[in-house]
C-alpha cells in the first residue's frame, strides 16, 4: 500500500515515485488516481508521455480502463527537465520509452523539491529488464509494484508475453499483441521453447 509522503513545510523536498508491472496491470490508472489527488489538492501538475505513444490518443495519457487525464508529450527526456521545472507534481506515463537521461531528469526534478510520480513496465516481452526502469526503481523512494491477472492459469500476472512473431524491442499494442501471464505460462510458451 502506497502512503503519501508527509510535507516538512520549513523546506519542501521532493521524491520520486515508480509504479511498475505488466501490461494490463493498472500502472496508468494508479498514476492517474496519483495526479487527480494532488490536482485536487491545488498542486501544480504536469504529465509527460512519450511521443511514440499514440495507442489511444496523441496528447492524453489514458489507461487501459479509458480513464484519461491531459498531458504534454514529449521527444526526450530533457524537455521534461525544461517544461516541468515550475511544476510541485510530476506525471511520467510509460517511461520504459524515454531514453537513458530519463533517471537522471527524474533525480533533478526530485532533488529540485518536485515530487515525480512516474510508470512504466518493468520487464520487456522477453523478462528482461525494461530500458531505463530498473535505475529509475533503485533511486526511487517508493516503488509500487501492480499486477494483472494471468487469464489462463487465474494467478498473479507478472509478464507481458508478446503474441505476435515481431522481435523488435518496441512494439505499440494492446490485447492485439500482448497478453499478461503468470511465471508458470511464460516459462512454458517463451523460456522453453
Known amino acids: 500500500m502506497f502512503l503519501e509522503n508527509t510535507i516538512n513545510h520549513a523546506k519542501q523536498s521532493g521524491w520520486m515515485e515508480v509504479i511498475c508491472g505488466s501490461m494490463f496491470s493498472g500502472k496508468t490508472e494508479e498514476l492517474i488516481r496519483r495526479l487527480r489527488r494532488a490536482e485536487m489538492a491545488g498542486q501544480k501538475v504536469e504529465i509527460f508521455k512519450p511521443k511514440i505513444d499514440t495507442r489511444y490518443d496523441d496528447v492524453e495519457v489514458v489507461s487501459h480502463n479509458l480513464n484519461k487525464i491531459r498531458s504534454t508529450p514529449v521527444e526526450s527526456s530533457n524537455e521534461i527537465l525544461l517544461l516541468g521545472s515550475t511544476c510541485d ?4 506515463d510509460e517511461a520504459q520509452f524515454f531514453d537513458d537521461g530519463i533517471t537522471e531528469v527524474a533525480n533533478t526534478l526530485a532533488n529540485n523539491g518536485i515530487r515525480v510520480v512516474i510508470a512504466g513496465l518493468d520487464m ?3 523478462g528482461r529488464p525494461f530500458g531505463p526502469m530498473p535505475y529509475l526503481m533503485a533511486t526511487a523512494e517508493y516503488v509500487t509494484k501492480v499486477h494483472a491477472i494471468c487469464r489462463k492459469t487465474g494467478n498473479l500476472a507478472n509478464y507481458s508475453m508478446r503474441t505476435t512473431s515481431s522481435t523488435s524491442l518496441v512494439e505499440l ?8 501471464v503468470s511465471r508458470r505460462i511464460f516459462v512454458e510458451e517463451i523460456l522453453n521453447k
Open 89 to 92: 507534481v510530476i506525471g511520467i
Open 124 to 126: 520487456d516481452f522477453m
Open 173 to 180: 499494442g494492446e490485447t492485439d499483441s500482448y497478453e499478461a
